[in-house]
């Protein structure tokens, strides 16, 4: 009997390690200037963009979300990172930072192309039914990992420095005070 319960956990393990192997992995898509790439975010589902960066044109590519249901309302929710340091009017002086955006269903995501630019995006659809554990079959259930914030502005920092600084405490000199001396008074 002991046998037969451990063979039944190695397989529940093995089990459970390729649903997590294969579930919802990330996927990647280059939009060059053809068509615009659609995603459809149906209910009870988000997608987790992860990196959207775009290499040459003027004008920037965005992520715009439809939001579907009573009102159709759409909405830029972000920008592509320029990842080139090209010259002349598109120049960039600093690296970028690459930003994340999670999107909830139901929704349309449109990423439209760009004249002269490459758009990279790195995004993953999960099933956001039943919130917490389970994990067996079909749609990546669980919880979202969370994604740590890094600000890319930095606080103050200290420089080191070879010489002493004067120290700001104050010290006592002892001055000399005159004393008066007879002179020989006129007569």
């Not at 046998?3 to 390690?17: G, H, K, S, T």
């Amino acid at each position: 009997m002991k046998i037969f319960a451990a063979r039944c956990l190695i397989v529940l393990v093995i089990l459970a390690a390729a649903s997590f192997a294969f579930a919802n992995p990330f996927k990647s898509k280059i939009t060059g200037t053809s068509s615009p790439l659609v995603i459809t975010v149906p209910d009870d589902h988000f997608l987790k963009i992860t990196n959207f960066t775009q290499v040459g044109g003027v004008d920037r590519g965005v992520v715009i979300v439809t939001l579907e249901g009573e009102t159709n309302e759409t909405a830029t929710v972000l920008t592509a990172t320029r990842i080139d340091l090209s010259t002349g009017a598109a120049a960039q002086n600093r690296p970028e930072t690459i930003n994340r955006v999670v999107v909830a269903g139901p929704a349309t995501v449109t990423v439209n192309p760009v004249l002269g630019a490459t758009l990279f995006i790195s995004y993953r659809k999960e099933s956001n039914e039943g919130g917490g554990g389970g994990g067996g079959g079909g749609g990546g259930g669980g919880t979202a990992t969370p994604i740590p914030f890094v600000s890319p502005t930095p606080g103050a920092t200290a420089i080191p420095s070879i010489f002493p600084l004067p120290s700001a405490t104050a010290t006592a000199t002892p001055t000399a005070t005159p004393t008066p001396t007879a002179s020989p008074t006129p007569t």
